[in-house]
């Protein structure tokens, strides 16, 4: 999957280009403040008991991580076997495995993933009624909460506690199998699904590169 691209550039056209640039803070604000609006909105007009929409909420960022998980396995990842899929896959996550140091390229353009999150807005609320919308906080939360985990994982060294283990994960994700090890905010799902790295115990040692 590896290009070993030295130009960074995604995109010849400027305008789409630019695109590819996202500074972290621009979505942490749009999708912590939506999602907490939701569920706050959930309580102050009482659709729900505050015990209640806490819970819808939870349900939203546990399934946002499986979500997460499946996206990155099998879209970020896709097979690049048609030139339609190869661009796709290197626009939305190749430049990322090219070039991890870039912490431009974490999030996915505010407007696209803003587009995404109304449709998801709607869908949930047509299949849940009312408990789609603490849900749809829960999941906009959830992808904020997956952006700071990547974010801090490439920007910041491993702390040296429990959390370790996220860093450690994601580094075999980049450097050593990035056929396994999908999950980011957690390896959950890697547990679950059959993806948990084969490297040996005294291989996990590997650290995100900075
Ligand atoms: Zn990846
Ligand atoms: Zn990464």
Same mark, same amino acid.
Not at 49 to 74: D, K, N, Q, T
Not at 79 to 103: L, N
Not at 156 to 169: E, G, Q, S, V
């Given at each position: ?29 749009? /999708?912590?403040?939506?999602? $907490? ?6 309580? +102050?007009? %009482?659709? @729900?008991? =505050? !015990? ?69 807005? /709607?869908?949930?609320?047509? $299949? ?6 603490? +849900?749809? %906080?829960? @999941?906009? =939360? !959830? ?68």
């Amino acid at each position: 999957m590896r290009t070993n691209r030295s130009d960074d550039r995604v995109f010849q056209n400027r305008f789409l280009e630019s695109l590819t640039h996202t500074h972290i803070a621009v979505p942490l604000t749009i /999708f912590y403040g939506s999602g $907490l609006t939701l569920l706050f909105l959930t309580v +102050f007009w %009482g659709i @729900f008991s =505050a !015990g209640a929409s806490i819970g819808f909420f939870a349900l939203g960022l546990f399934v946002f991580s499986l979500v997460e998980y499946l996206v990155h396995r099998y879209a970020f990842h896709i097979e690049p076997d048609s030139d339609a899929k190869a661009k796709f896959q290197y626009a939305a996550h190749g430049v990322h495995h090219d070039f991890p140091k870039d912490k431009s390229r974490l999030a996915m353009p505010p407007l696209v993933s803003m587009a995404l999150a109304t449709g998801f807005f /709607f869908l949930y609320r047509l $299949l849940m009624g009312d408990v789609g919308m603490p +849900f749809t %906080g829960g @999941f906009l =939360a !959830g992808y904020a909460a997956y952006l700071t985990v990547h974010y801090v994982v490439h920007a910041y060294r491993a702390p040296n506690n429990m959390f370790k283990i996220l860093w450690t994960h994601h580094a075999i994700h980049h450097h050593v199998e990035n056929d396994r090890a999908f999950g980011v905010s957690s390896p959950l799902w890697d547990v679950v699904l059959g993806t948990m790295p084969r490297a040996k115990k005294g291989k996990t040692s590997v650290q995100v590169k900075h």
